[in-house]
């Protein structure tokens, strides 16, 4: 849109009061906008910042590692540059620490998952060789039993 009314006005004979009522906007915004466009008497229609939230986290993770050695005025300065508030740096280096601690807190979870699932094996192991222990016992308690009521098949 910004790009239409500035060609518009540069295009055309009306007024820039006229330009500014037919597409909504205030002339001091127009105005702003022509200054913006024309500076060095060439369009700069490129000059599209980016708002922080449309970072990729690579850019953030970029930003992040190029500012952390900076003095807090030479922070401020290349986030006037880049379009940023020095808040948007802490918001982000917050959010990745929180990222990071959660990815621990996962695999340290993950771990003691896999050693419950061990434990319960073991459990489960433990239990059946005592069963299996507890049915030989018996079996040999009776074939003594046996072999003195009935006596001992190879002594006789």
Not at 12 to 38: C, D, F, P, V
Not at 71 to 99: P, Y
Request: glycine share 4%.
């Amino acid at each position: 849109m910004k790009e239409a009314v500035v060609k518009k006005v540069l295009m055309s004979n009306k007024t820039h009061y006229e330009i500014a009522k037919e597409a909504g906007i205030a002339r001091s915004t127009l105005t702003y906008w022509l200054k913006q466009y024309t500076k060095d008497g060439e369009m700069n229609l490129i000059n599209v910042e980016k708002s922080p939230k449309d970072w990729s986290g690579e850019e953030r993770f970029n930003a992040l590692v190029a500012t952390a050695n900076m003095s807090e005025m030479n922070r401020v300065a290349w986030c006037r540059k880049e379009g940023l508030f020095t808040h948007h740096l802490d918001q982000w280096k917050k959010d990745a620490i929180f990222l990071l601690t959660q990815k621990e807190s996962i695999l340290k979870s993950n771990d003691s998952k896999d050693l419950k699932r061990e434990i319960s094996f073991l459990k489960k192991e433990l239990s059946r060789k005592d069963q299996a222990l507890a049915e030989t016992a018996a079996l040999l308690v009776l074939k003594k039993k046996a072999d003195l009521i009935w006596g001992d098949a190879k002594g006789d």
